[in-house]
């Protein structure tokens, strides 16, 4: 019984920083058709801001709870810094590219931060576990868990609650909404589609730095973190369906729990068991579990 | 003899007085760029027809591992075995997998490209007792015709072997862009609904590209084993499936021979960030690669075909190049 819980709680909280990173990959990628590779660069300007944040936050005497304001911050920091830049200077020219052009461009912008990151924030290790220790522990059956598990997954799960509220209740999620179905009636109907396009991103590399700033007080901050969440959140938001927020959910669960599973029970199967799932999946269900509907061209 | 030709051997030629002429680790430099050339123009016969493999390190590893583990475990050591068998690897990974890649395109088609790319990563790291998990594999010195290579021209004598396998993969590469199986990949990408509609099986023809695309890989990865003499799991990650990815591109679809080109450029190019700014090699390549992208989308073919438009404006009617011209 213990197995199965730690099994559900390692996966569920596998699962949500997943989806934190997930989510804002397939916002993304349903408003302007672009698979952004970058978004992992912006996990981990999330990371590493938010660890050299709190490092210098708990040096200060402040009060001592503030440091998760101190990580949403850093998140929010990143995501309205390197949002509008990196839509305006580089995505902004895709937008009418096929596919695959955006794809390598965000390739080589991912390849481009991953050096801006080491520049700014050197090669060495960050460790920044305050946040993680404040909380302290609490039991669950016989095992103890840090509280920050839970803070981290409240986290992610209101991150999608407030997406899905904005995206269903505000004047702003429903432009959102007409626009990924299709930009240029939506644009006749004197929608402005820059300002919607840079919006989004932006929204979207603050859920990813949001990611980045939760995980560092969990793992050392080092280079190359970028790389790692990517292909995972890939993973994902490709078994979800892309574009689809409800798909990122299940997706993240999937992945979560199959990896939980694992590194519990088959650990020699644990670094392709995630890519296993995925293209088994994709056999089946070849546009994932919850697809947005598209015509054909003909 | 046809001009192609001409021009064929005659950059062959230079190619080994090259050879003969620079230093050795610049030769070296050369062979691998050149194997990584051959991998790549494999991706770019996917690229033509508007399929991004963000996987393609697979099958070269494939190749490469094939060849490892022929000689360590069958002590075969003949280069003109052991690379054959890295090229059947290429094809039969690249057979299974094309068989269910086939079917997805865009996005769908690189990211399962990438995930299967992955999980042989995953399967490489792992299987320790196989693959020797990430302390990779050693490859000894090949024999060539049953003896030894000549002693102090190792590395000359398997350059050559290199140039003649490009030469190869350059010949098939340059038949292949001028027949019907050519101008079918550009169909596909330009509207493959349409080419449905002719009557062509597309899948079946992206599953054949797919399938030569690895046989390519396959070659350039059990050269790319028998020159480095040492292999590691990292030859299947994603981002080197991106760097041939980034090969392709920067050399432009138009011209599928420029593919070495742009191998030899990237590799140089790296060499030299890697050397001076260690820590800005890949802002150096990704800056690079956001320029041609940006600014000449058709890589260095477009920028090649430009320049010689107005040296010799006729030059322009003898290359039946490809101009980016989408739907």
Redesign the interface.
């Given at each position: 019984m213990d197995g199965v819980l730690i099994i559900l709680m390692d996966g569920v909280f596998y699962a949500a920083y997943l989806y934190l990173v997930a989510l804002g990959l397939t916002l993304i990628?349903g408003v302007m058709k672009i698979?952004n590779i970058a978004h992992g660069s912006l996990y981990g300007f999330g990371a590493y801001t938010g660890a050299s944040l709190v490092l210098f936050y708990s040096r200060q005497e402040f009060w001592p709870w503030g440091v998760y304001l101190v990580l949403i911050g850093s998140a929010v920091l990143v995501g309205i810094i390197l949002g509008p830049i990196i839509e305006r200077g580089?995505i902004r020219?895709f937008y009418r590219e096929?596919?695959?052009?955006p794809?390598?461009?965000t390739?080589?912008?991912?390849?481009?931060l991953?050096?801006?990151m080491?520049?700014i924030f050197g090669?060495s290790p960050y460790f920044a576990y305050q946040p993680l220790n404040l909380a302290g522990n609490f039991s669950f059956g016989n095992i103890s868990y840090p509280v920050y598990y839970l803070i981290f997954i409240s986290v992610a799960v209101i991150s999608g609650f407030l997406l899905w509220a904005v995206m269903n209740m505000t004047k702003f999620g429903r432009f959102v909404v007409a626009v990924m179905h299709d930009p240029e009636i939506s644009n006749a109907m004197g929608i402005k589609l820059p300002r919607i396009y840079l919006a989004t991103f932006t929204i979207g590399a603050i859920f990813a730095a949001l990611g980045g700033a939760f995980t560092s007080p969990m793992t050392s901050v080092v280079p190359g973190l970028a790389?790692e969440v990517i292909?995972a959140s890939?993973?994902v938001v490709?078994i979800g369906g892309?574009g689809s927020y409800s798909g990122a959910a299940i997706g993240a669960l999937i992945v979560g729990i199959v990896r939980a599973t694992a590194v519990h029970h088959f650990p020699?199967?644990?670094?392709?068991m995630i890519?296993?799932v995925?293209?088994g999946i994709?056999?089946i269900k070849?546009?994932g579990l919850f697809p947005i509907e598209e015509e054909?061209?003909? | 003899m046809r001009p192609f030709y001409t021009k064929f051997f005659l950059i062959l030629g230079l190619f080994v007085v090259i050879g003969i002429i620079v230093p050795a680790w610049m030769r070296y430099l050369l062979t691998i760029a050149l194997c990584k050339g051959i991998i790549a123009s494999g991706v770019m016969l996917l690229l033509k027809c508007g399929l991004v493999s963000f996987g393609h390190a697979l099958y070269s590893a494939a190749g490469a591992y094939a060849v490892a583990l022929t000689v360590k475990h069958l002590g075969v050591r003949e280069i003109l075995i052991i690379i054959p068998v890295g090229v059947a690897a290429g094809i039969l990974s690249a057979a299974v997998i094309g068989l269910i890649v086939s079917r997805y395109r865009e996005i769908f088609f690189a990211m399962i490209t990438m995930a299967f790319s992955m999980a042989f990563y995953g399967f490489l790291v792992k299987a320790y007792g196989l693959t020797g998990g990430t302390d990779g594999l050693r490859i000894p010195p090949p024999t060539l015709f049953g003896s030894a290579l000549p002693e102090g021209y190792e590395r000359f004598v398997l350059y050559i072997l290199t140039l003649i396998f490009v030469a190869l993969v350059a010949g098939i590469l340059h038949k292949t862009e001028r027949s019907p199986f050519g101008f079918l990949l550009q169909g596909i990408k330009g509207n493959e609904v349409r080419v449905s509609y002719l009557g062509i099986p597309v899948q079946r023809a992206v599953l054949r590209t797919f399938i030569i695309s690895g046989c390519f890989a396959g070659l350039g990865g059990g050269l790319l084993a028998v020159n480095s003499g040492h292999i590691d799991p990292h030859l299947s990650y994603w981002t080197v499936s991106g760097e041939f990815v980034f090969i392709s591109l920067l050399s432009g679809v138009g011209n599928l021979n420029f593919v070495f080109i742009g191998a030899i450029l990237v590799e140089f190019i790296r060499s030299y960030a890697f050397s001076y700014v260690p820590y800005l090699w890949q802002m150096i390549l990704g800056g690079i690669m956001l320029l041609i992208i940006i600014f000449s989308p058709g890589g260095l073919w477009q920028i090649y075909n430009s320049a010689a438009d107005r040296l010799k404006p006729s030059l322009k009617d003898s290359n039946p190049g490809v101009k980016h011209n989408d739907s």
């Open positions: 990628f698979l580089i020219r096929e596919v695959v052009v794809l390598i461009a390739y080589a912008l991912f390849l481009v991953d050096d801006v080491k520049l090669t790389v292909v890939f993973a490709v892309l020699v199967m644990e670094l392709f890519y296993l995925m293209a994709l056999i070849p546009q054909r061209r003909i | -």
